[in-house]
């Protein structure tokens, strides 16, 4: 029976995850992360914006504690917000910035609001971005348009894993419009991908090899120096000696 209470806790954690997300629209909301601690459970929330989250003098953060303690049974949850550090590698924040864009200009300008989203994904570093908006638009007929650019893995364990996906809808007068991104962020490691190092084992041999042959010669131009010296001592000694028997 072990098995049910893992589900039931996935099952509990989906739902807080849920419940948070639909309450924090607007705000730059990226994902939710829950760990276990001894003092309770400690919900990590990842925005771009926490400065709306906390709320004035941190009213917004205390009524969402409340919410959650007492809808999800939770003993003591500690909230903690973390800051995101780049924007345009979420697909999460930029598909909301996609769905905010086409509320406020409506579907007059959607080329436009995906060709710069594109392009600021892909100068934030990315390996390829992929944008799918459907609907109505620009006209009556509902449409899918696509834009993409880069290189993005559509098949693998890459692209379960690798690949950053977000699902959003924009509310229009005219439908609702669906927003597909799928980001690949510039740290993915490609199967393909490989490095060649260079030995460096044979350029430290020569080295030692090269130091040994200096070492050599030195030690043959001491030792020669050694015996011109015990040569001219000698010669010193027999001439010497001829001096003294002819006097």
């Known amino acids: 029976m072990i098995e049910r209470k893992f589900i039931a806790q996935k099952i509990k954690e989906f739902q807080i995850q849920e419940y948070i997300s639909d309450n924090l629209k607007n705000v730059g909301h990226s994902r939710t992360k829950m760990l276990k601690t001894p003092l309770g459970e400690k919900i990590v929330i990842y925005a771009s914006r926490p400065g709306l989250i906390v709320g004035r003098k941190g009213q917004n953060i205390k009524q969402l504690t409340k919410t959650l303690k007492k809808r999800f049974e939770l003993e003591n949850p500690q909230i903690e917000i973390s800051e995101i550090e780049n924007l345009n590698l979420d697909a999460n924040i930029v598909a909301e910035r996609i769905a905010n864009s086409l509320e ?3 579907t007059t300008k959607f080329k436009g609001i995906g060709h710069k989203v594109m392009s600021d994904v892909m100068s934030s570093g990315a390996l390829g971005i992929e944008i799918l908006i459907s609907g109505k638009i620009p006209g009556s007929r509902a449409k899918s348009w696509r834009f993409y650019s880069g290189y993005l893995k559509k098949c693998g364990d890459i692209a379960l894993v690798g690949v950053k996906r977000s699902y959003k809808y924009a509310q229009l ?75």
């Open 173 to 247: 007068k005219t439908g609702v419009i669906g927003i597909k991104i799928s980001i690949m962020p510039p740290d993915t490691k490609l199967p393909d991908d490989i490095q060649l190092v260079e030995d460096k084992q044979e350029v430290v041999e020569e080295i030692e090899k090269e130091e040994v042959k200096e070492g050599d010669k030195k030690k043959k131009k001491e030792e020669g120096s050694k015996e011109k010296e015990e040569e001219a001592k000698k010669q010193k000694e027999v001439k010497k000696g001829k001096r003294a028997d002819k006097e």
């Open 104 to 106: 406020k200009f409506g």
